[in-house]
């Protein structure tokens, strides 16, 4: 086998208190997918900044193409051949997609002096046509999805001519079929001979596309394996240094009465005739396909839309939701899909975010008891386990796990006794996916009523007592859990004419 297109050699980065990397090593082949996995904390995210040359390490080595490098700066990182893809695309959203894409190495006519936009719009056109795209290289790049807006950081990076492109979690903000088309746009790159390393928290996406995988935690290098080699048990003991026999922590819990009801609600172009309902103690699982209508269906409800008909009752009794404040009042919660336009404010500290919904029960006259608000915000970010140095930090410093936590702990200052979540575990890794279980199991002891919606089927047979499908905007079955399998549910989820 000819030399790794990228090495790194015992690295290791320091940061004040925090080591970041503690001699950590890793190989890249040349026209390779290589998957890097871990838990947040693990190193990943510094590693990367490590090889893009945002960081330099404290000692160890870089090997780029068999040669000893020394990356001062992301532009050096860049010179040779690297380039870096992340969740979150960083764009310049009033450029149109060519202006993005050749930034900073625009093409002048020899002439003139000028940047040659007819040469440029053309090559961007082949760039995106090679990709398989079906948009314009004159088309504003703010006015594009998140997919798209990564398939033009793709084409960027082969503008450049990009022999290394890192993908940071690029299928976390992505529907299942942009993720099918992102598949084939990365093994497309592969075919190239572009090496790709590719960082998911997502066992699907590793089992999909790499060929190798290695695992860092707490900061170190645990191994690397073929992925054909190792069994996904195998994989989560790595990541987090122990065995999950049950990743799903749900409990039995008696259930109670009756405290949600859903009957008949419809909203034109989104959902039709959605009815169900919600006990104490009961974890119900909303699912189905992606654009099935379960978002918007607990949007109504929580009052951030209007059904045009059907009723939703509380307690046996029918209420009118006119807003997410008057659900909050009569006892519903939401947690968001979107958890960083929706859920939190990323700049503000944790406890303003945790006492936001409830600041009247902290006002003192005509000012704020804040040193009872911190106390109150303290004491519920204790309570669901929140990782974090003080109540000070920003809600933008935390992992995507604890910034769920964050979220959760924000409801529970809430008197209440419906919590509606919306893909509680997406975007976040193993280990904080079995602690936002474990939270909800506590939560369905206490009574709360709690409607689960998510597309991971093992975390909807794993953590409900009883399953709503949806297709197209209808019900199109209500399962009891222990009667349900994987195939049931996708039958239900796919098939026209199921049992409702």
């Given amino acids: 086998m000819s030399h790794p297109i990228l090495e790194l050699r015992d690295v290791t980065k320091t940061f004040p208190g925090v080591r970041a990397l503690d001699g950590v090593r890793f190989e890249l082949q040349k026209g390779e997918i290589h998957a890097l996995m871990g838990e947040n904390g693990a190193g990943k995210s510094t590693l990367i900044k490590v090889i893009t040359g945002v960081h330099q390490p404290d000692s160890g080595e870089i090997m780029f ?62 760039l995106l046509e090679s990709l398989d795209a079906d948009f314009d290289p004159h088309t504003p790049m703010g006015t594009l999805s998140v997919a798209r807006q990564q398939i033009v950081e793709i084409a960027k990076a082969l503008s450049a001519n990009a022999r290394v492109v890192i993908m940071d979690e690029p ?11 992102l598949y084939r746009i990365t093994e497309g790159l592969r075919d190239m001979g572009v090496s790709v390393i590719f960082i998911s928290h997502r066992l699907e996406d590793m089992y999909r596309l790499a060929k190798r ?60 005739d959605v009815s169900f309902s919600v006990r104490r103690g009961e974890i119900l699982a909303l699912t189905g396909l992606v654009g099935a209508g379960r978002t918007e269906v607990c949007e109504a409800i929580y009052g951030v839309t209007k059904a045009d008909s059907g009723s939703v009752s509380l307690d046996g009794r029918p209420v009118s939701i006119h807003g997410p404040d008057e659900a909050l009042a009569m006892g519903i919660g939401y947690l968001p899909e979107d958890r960083h336009r929706q859920g939190l404010i990323l700049d503000w500290g944790l ?20 040193t009872d608000e911190r106390k109150v915000a303290k004491d519920l970010l204790e309570r669901v386990e929140v990782k974090a140095p003080s109540v000070y930090t920003k809600a933008s410093a935390l992992s995507g796990g604890n910034q769920q936590k964050v979220i959760v702990a924000k409801l529970l200052n809430s008197e209440l006794k419906v919590i509606i979540l919306d893909e509680p575990t997406k975007g976040v890794d193993v280990g904080a996916k079995t602690a936002i279980f474990d939270i909800m199991t506590h939560l369905a ?6 409607v689960m919606v998510s597309s991971e089927m093992p975390e909807v047979l794993g953590m ?23 195939e049931i549910i996708l039958a239900a989820a796919m098939a026209e004419g199921s049992p409702a």
């Fill in 351 to 370: 406890w303003m975010n945790v006492s936001l919904p409830t600041l009247s029960k902290f006002k003192k006259h005509l000012f704020l008891d804040q």
């Fill in 213 to 272: 995988v290695t695992v860092f935690r707490d900061a170190r290098y645990v191994g690397t394996w073929n992925v054909d080699a190792i069994s996904r048990d195998d994989l989560i003991t790595a990541m987090v240094g122990r065995s999950i026999t049950q990743l799903y922590p749900k409990k039995e819990v008696p259930i109670g009465e009756e405290i949600l009801r859903v009957d008949g609600i419809s909203r034109t172009g989104y959902f039709k």
């Fill in 171 to 181: 299928t976390a903000p992505l529907t299942d079929r942009e993720s099918e088309d």
């Fill in 464 to 486: 409900s007592d009883r399953i709503v499908v949806m297709r197209e905007g209808r019900v199109s079955a209500t399962l009891k859990t222990r009667d349900a399998t994987q």
């Fill in 445 to 450: 002891m206490q009574g709360y009523g709690i």
């Fill in 65 to 126: 193409d068999g040669k000893k490098v020394d990356f001062r700066s992301p532009l050096d990182s860049q010179r040779v051949g690297i380039a870096a893809i992340y969740q979150h695309v960083t764009c310049y959203p009033d450029l149109s997609v060519t202006e993005n894409i050749f930034i900073g190495h625009e093409n002048y006519d020899k002439l003139t002096r000028r940047i040659d936009w007819k040469s440029l719009h053309r090559r961007a056109g082949e």
